[in-house]
């Protein structure tokens, strides 16, 4: 086999070379002002190991030991977790003026105070232990639902990413959010709010939106959305609520689409599978399809 054209080779080679030099965004390449996602994934998997210490840890044998490695793992993490978002505060319009000093400051700050809320996220995750434990009766133990769940990796990223968006972090949060979606199948925007005892059952295809609000002891199956009606109006529509509330207590069936800000979904109520909804729901409320008709042909 012949070697290729040399002559055209290089011709290809300044060919996609000159296509670098506009302004489009594809082309972007500098690397030094923008957030390094491999290490923002990297500090989720430090993160778990905080979150988890006994699970994720490497396996220690004394307490001495363990508060050891915990200390060692705080510190690596507020490290790496305050380059990067000082990094990323670039992109925010809140801090145009800001020099390198001031920007480090203020992403030091931040870390610090991401790092205060970590005892508040495992109350919350402790929560949602329960929560898969006492609703799924094929849960054998904490332990398995610990370790193998993607319901609870899912949450955990996103327990963490939301902290950070509270705190105005930008891309960071989407990033280890994406990272758990990859993961599990599972899509939970870090913007949206999510109260205590939340389990997913299955998980695998579960959609929640930016705005969705979701009250305590949810409990959601498989491929069910919390969407928008519509992102036509695209960037117009940031900041408006586009996703449903969901009231305590509520059991949301596979396959069911709930969309709409304006859409509330009260207390008490259960969702069949496969419904479609655009309007809100009283509490106590049972919602099902109604029977289909099943046709058989030999």
């Known amino acids: 086999m012949g070697r290729p054209n040399e002559g055209r080779v290089e011709s290809i080679v300044q060919l996609i070379l000159d296509d670098y030099t506009d302004e489009r965004a594809i082309n972007k390449t500098d690397l030094y ?9 990297d500090i989720v998997g430090k993160l778990l190991k905080i979150l988890y210490p006994g699970y994720y840890s490497d396996k220690v044998y004394n307490i001495y030991s363990l508060k050891n490695n915990m200390s060692a793992a705080i510190e690596n993490v ?18 145009p003026a800001y020099t390198d000093c001031e920007l480090d400051e203020k992403a030091k700050n931040i870390t610090l105070d991401f790092m205060e809320k970590i005892p508040q996220i495992r109350v919350y995750l ?11 009766p094929a849960a054998g133990s904490k332990d398995e639902v610990i370790l193998s769940y993607p319901g609870l990796y899912a949450i955990s990223v996103y327990r963490v990413a939301h902290e950070l968006v509270l705190l105005g972090v930008p ?16 899509d939970i925007h870090p913007g949206a709010t999510i109260g205590k005892y939340f389990f997913m059952d299955h998980g695998t295809g579960i959609v929640i939106g930016e705005t969705a609000v979701i009250g305590e002891h949810v ?12 992102t036509k109006g695209g960037q117009k529509l940031k900041g408006v609520k586009r996703h449903p509330t969901i009231g305590d207590y509520v059991t949301i069936y596979s396959g069911s689409s709930i969309l709409g800000g304006d859409t ?10 496969n419904t479609f909804i655009t309007k809100s729901i009283g509490k106590d409320t049972r919602v099902s399809v109604k029977e289909q008709e099943l046709q058989f042909k030999n």
């Open 126 to 136: 402790d929560t949602d232990i329960q929560a898969a434990y006492e609703g799924d």
């Open 171 to 186: 891309m960071i949060p989407r990033i280890m959010a994406e990272h758990a979606h990859s993961v599990t199948g599972i």
């Open 33 to 41: 002002n923008q957030p390094d996602k491999k290490a923002v994934i």
């Open 264 to 273: 509330v979904i009260e207390e008490n109520v259960v969702i069949g599978g």
């Open 219 to 230: 409990k959601v199956y498989q491929g069910v959305t919390l969407g928008g009606l519509s």
């Open 78 to 95: 507020i490290f790496h977790l305050n380059k990067q978002i000082m990094t990323v505060l670039k992109y925010c319009s809140t801090y």
